[in-house]
T-cell receptor, first 113, second 111 residues
Framework: GENVEQHPSTLSVQEGDSAVIKCTYS??????FPWYKQELGKRPQLIID?????GEKKDQRIAVTLNKTAKHFSLHITETQPEDSAVYFC????????????FGTGTRLLVSP | NAGVTQTPKFQVLKTGQSMTLQCAQD?????MYWYRQDPGMGLRLIYY???????DKGEVPNGYNVSRLNKREFSLRLESAAPSQTSVYFC??????????FGSGTRLTVV
C-alpha cells in the first residue's frame, strides 16, 4: 500500500523567514496530494492541494510543488507569521471516485517573533 | 450547516468497557472515515465507508467495529477498550475530488 514520509518532524523559523516541508510517497498511481494544518487542540484543516497533472500551485503565501518522477511534493510558506505555528500534515491518495488519504507523520512548525 | 459533528468530545473508559463514538455530516458526502491520531504517528485510518451501505477496514482496524447507519451517520464502536486505544479519534467525510472535512475529534483515555 501507499506510504508517505514527511520531513522534518520539527521546524523552527524566525518570523518573516520561509519554511519548507517535504514529503515522499511510494505509490506511483497516487494522483491527489493535500496539505492540512492542525492548530493545537483543533481539527486538521485543508490549506492547499495539488493534483498529479499540475506541477505547482500557489495560494497567497503558501505553495505546493510536485515532482512525479521523484515521487515527492513540498509545502512552501513564505513570509512566515506566528499564526503559521501549527502541525502540518501531507497526504496522498489515488483514484478518481472514492479515495482514502494516507497521511505523513506531521511537521511541527514554530514561528518565533 | 454544521459540517461534521462528533460526539462525545472527551471520554474516559476503564479497560474492558465498551462505547460508541458518533459522527454525522450534513454535507451530503458519500464517503466517511474514522482516523486515530497518536503523537509522532500522524493520522491512521481505522475504517472507512466509501458509500452508504458499505464499510471496509483501514490500516488499524483491530479492536474496532463500524456502522454506516445512513448517508449522514458513521459510528465507531470499541467493544472492549484497551489502554492502547487511548488516542484522539477523528471522523471525516468527503465527496468528489476535494480533501476531507474533519470533525472536531474525540479525546479518549482508557485506564
Amino acid at each position: 500500500g501507499e506510504n508517505v514520509e514527511q520531513h522534518p518532524s520539527t521546524l523552527s523559523v524566525q518570523e518573516g523567514d520561509s519554511a519548507v516541508i517535504k514529503c515522499t510517497y511510494s505509490d506511483s498511481a497516487s494522483n491527489y496530494f493535500p496539505w492540512y494544518k492542525q492548530e493545537l487542540g483543533k481539527r486538521p484543516q485543508l490549506i492547499i492541494d495539488i493534483r498529479s497533472n499540475v506541477g505547482e500551485k500557489k495560494d497567497q503565501r503558501i505553495a505546493v510543488t510536485l515532482n512525479k518522477t521523484a515521487k515527492h511534493f513540498s509545502l512552501h510558506i513564505t513570509e512566515t507569521q506566528p499564526e503559521d505555528s501549527a502541525v502540518y500534515f501531507c497526504a496522498a491518495s489515488k483514484g478518481t471516485g472514492f479515495q482514502k488519504l494516507v497521511f505523513g507523520t506531521g511537521t511541527r512548525l514554530l514561528v518565533s517573533p | 450547516n454544521a459540517g461534521v459533528t462528533q460526539t462525545p468530545k472527551f471520554q474516559v473508559l476503564k479497560t474492558g468497557q465498551s462505547m460508541t463514538l458518533q459522527c454525522a455530516q450534513d454535507m451530503n458526502h458519500n464517503s466517511m472515515y474514522w482516523y486515530r491520531q497518536d503523537p509522532g504517528m500522524g493520522l491512521r485510518l481505522i475504517y472507512y465507508s466509501a458509500s452508504e451501505g458499505t464499510t471496509d477496514k483501514g490500516e488499524v482496524p483491530n479492536g474496532y467495529n463500524v456502522s454506516r447507519l445512513n448517508k449522514r451517520e458513521f459510528s465507531l464502536r470499541l467493544e472492549s477498550a484497551a489502554p492502547s486505544q487511548t488516542s484522539v479519534y477523528f471522523c471525516a467525510s468527503k465527496t468528489g475530488m476535494r480533501g476531507y472535512t474533519f470533525g472536531s475529534g474525540t479525546r479518549l483515555t482508557v485506564v
